[in-house]
């Protein structure tokens, strides 16, 4: 998730400000850059001002870009201070842009050279459909034999009920329930129903381009709960004739064919559930997710949890883990940071107070969490809220004798 200069994490480098026209020692010099990788980072001795003029930038800022790690960014949107001794740069988020830079004429400007370039990674689509050219649901009876195909397209087989057996290039593999297949274009297929049990399945032939192909063909994979899910909205979409069906048709196959090539390289993957299992189960997580922000003033051991609603430690483990994506104990800590934060934008508490009241054993603790989730100190944080207008007095670093 991108953050903006007019966040908090953004207090520890600058603070947005607009009133810099005001003070005339400044010299306002116009930059453009068109090159998306950073290869050196500046800083000044004194206070900078940045004013965005065209295209969207990326700002990058570090207090030692010596260290990669150190190097944060932020989307620029407004007017901004950069505080001295901060080091920084702009890349284009779009093709190119254009910036105002304030400085003092008598200011020193110090560059250096980043031991690896950072480059702004574009989000574009790697993976694109470009048409679907055609889709069934087909229920095939026992002893149903396709004698087979072969075209230049991708050919989606998703496995509703039964079992399929099919030939790819001489090479027998059977698909069972909730289990899929992609033929490569140009593969030879066929298919059959050998059980004495009818099979359902949905196909799909599609163009596409970006798809690895090495990495899911030749294969069967197990569907996950979202893959299922995109499936069911898929025929669900191809049974209509609203406006924009296509696009939610295409939308549907593309996230399932992220979702596979995702777990192409996890064959472990968590069996879906039934329809039953799975509304059970989100009832539960629900039910614990509220119970938990009901009691985030107390130390809520796992334990108390368990005993609650009457499960043990193991399936509330698995239980998190396939419907949140996190064990319990590091949900229960994300809502205590989180309410922390809205108990410091309050303003009523110390963050002394705040920490001991959401169970925290120390404050130490608690701002040691909460820098570490957040990027910055709770003190930080609570300064950027109330001192937006903070001029750019951050005492200037100053180097030891040796």
């Not at 068109?34 to 000044?44: G, L, Q, R, W």
């Not at 002893?143 to 090479?171: M, R």
């Amino acid at each position: 998730m991108f953050y903006k200069t007019t966040s908090a994490n953004f207090s520890k480098y600058g603070s947005v400000s607009n009133s810099f026209k005001k003070i005339d020692e400044l010299e306002a010099h116009e930059y453009t850059v068109s090159e998306d990788t950073v290869f050196t980072m500046a800083c000044y001795a004194n206070p900078v001002y940045i004013e965005p003029m065209e295209g969207m930038a990326m700002l990058r800022v570090s207090e030692d870009p010596n260290e990669e790690s150190s190097i944060s960014s932020f989307a620029l949107h407004r007017s901004v201070c950069i505080f001295p001794n901060i080091y920084f740069s702009l890349v284009p988020m779009t093709g190119y842009i254009v910036y105002n830079l304030y400085n003092s004429k008598h200011s020193k400007r110090t560059v250096v050279k980043l031991h690896a370039p950072v480059r702004y990674e574009h989000i574009i689509p790697m993976i694109r459909i470009e048409e679907i050219l055609a889709y069934y649901y087909v229920v095939k009876w026992p002893h149903y034999h396709f004698a087979g195909e072969i075209h230049n397209f991708y050919e989606l087989t998703y496995v509703d009920n039964g079992s399929l057996e099919t030939k790819v290039n001489n090479k027998t593999y059977q698909i069972n329930a909730q289990e899929c297949m992609v033929y490569g274009r140009g593969e030879f297929h066929d298919q059959s129903v050998i059980s004495d049990k009818s099979c359902s399945y949905l196909t799909v032939i599609f163009r596409a381009n970006g798809i690895p192909s090495d990495h899911i063909l030749g294969r069967i994979f197990k569907c996950t709960r979202q893959m299922i899910n995109d499936v069911k909205i898929f025929v669900k979409t191809s049974d209509t004739e609203a406006n924009f069906s296509n696009d939610t048709m295409i939308s549907a196959l593309q996230s399932f064919i992220v979702s596979l090539i995702s777990s192409s390289d996890d064959m472990n993957q968590t069996k879906p559930l039934s329809p039953i299992s799975q509304h059970f189960e989100d009832h539960l997580t629900s039910e614990i997710v509220d119970y938990i922000h009901a009691h985030l003033y107390e130390t809520l051991p796992i334990d108390q949890i368990c005993d609650k609603f009457s499960i043990s430690r193991s399936t509330l483990q698995n239980l998190f883990k396939h419907n949140l994506k996190m064990p319990p104990k590091e949900y229960i800590n994300e809502a205590k940071l989180s309410r922390s934060r809205t108990l410091i934008r309050n303003g009523d508490r110390t963050i002394s107070e705040i920490a001991s009241m959401l169970g925290f054993n120390s404050i130490h603790y608690f701002s040691r969490k909460f820098t570490h989730r957040f990027g910055i100190t709770p003190s930080e944080f609570s300064r950027g809220i109330y001192d937006k207008e903070i001029i750019a007095k951050k005492p200037k670093k100053t180097k030891s004798k040796a």
